[in-house]
């Protein structure tokens, strides 16, 4: 019986979905915390020790979630996923990929880089150079979100619209990230989510916020769309830009009627999509990685039981 590892410290609903998933190919998996994770560098012993494979490297891992903590415990999160890819471990999304996307301030520049269209974004260490920054924005009639440069699901978030709001511009330990705050066309407050998986679109739903910030964690409501060929090439281009397996791209469209994207993530949730739409995500997550790196189909494993 092949068995994966779910990195993950909060299994819930998106991990029982997962283990149905590979349950269904005949797959056993396991929970895991990158947190109980070491690299064992000596003779004779497996290079990367995971509790439950201490006999034997998992036969593919799916990272539901890195835990946050200083540079060095994410950097050595890091290290195992990009550990156990060179040793021939699949890894769903590898570290590269949450490196991209974890950083906001590399997810904007390799956006900005490929040509796709992002909102305008700086990210530095002088508060004053910041603080001017967000001056001139005002000035010009734009407004301005200050984010974390790592955190997820809208924590953290502040929208500086007047020149008050300056005294509370704050770092993120030290790094100023700021972007320019994107108006929604025509009414209320909303954003485009759109699922990727291996270069496709396999759903997408509009988040309605009841302010200004669009996650579903903040208590933004759900509602399915269909995704567009515009809406869906430019999330499957901002998946590949960041070459990921699998994403949830954010995209805006604003008052002159364009797309902009704002975030992917590498690790993204969907419970709230599947509330609004009759895709199973677990299920077709779990047939790619399954399929591509491991060669399996369902027709394979079930001559294989047979």
Known sequence: MRRIAIFTDDPGWHG??????????????????????????????????IPGFEQALPDAAFVRGVPGGSLEEVVLYLDILHALRLLGVPVYNDGRAIERSVDKGMTSFLLQRAGLP???????RDPEAARRIAEEELQDGHLLISKPLFGSQGEGIRR????????????????YYLQRFVHAAGEGYYDHRVFVINGRAVAAMRRLGKSWLNNVAQGADCE????????????????QTLEMDYAGVDIMLDRDGHYTVIEVNSVPAWKGLESVCAVNVAELLVDDLLGRYLGLSRSRVSAEIS
């Open 16 to 49: 029982k979905r997962l283990t149905q998933a590979f349950a269904e190919y005949g797959c056993r998996a396991e929970y895991v915390s990158l947190t109980e994770c070491r690299l064992m560098l000596a003779s004779g012993r497996l290079p990367v020790w």
């Open 118 to 124: 992002t909102p305008p974004t700086w990210v530095l």
């Open 160 to 175: 500086i619209e007047k020149m008050t709001d300056l005294f509370w511009l704050t770092s993120s330990r030290g790094v």
């Open 224 to 239: 399915w769309i269909e995704a567009g060929s515009e809406l869906a090439e430019l999330a499957v281009r901002a998946a």
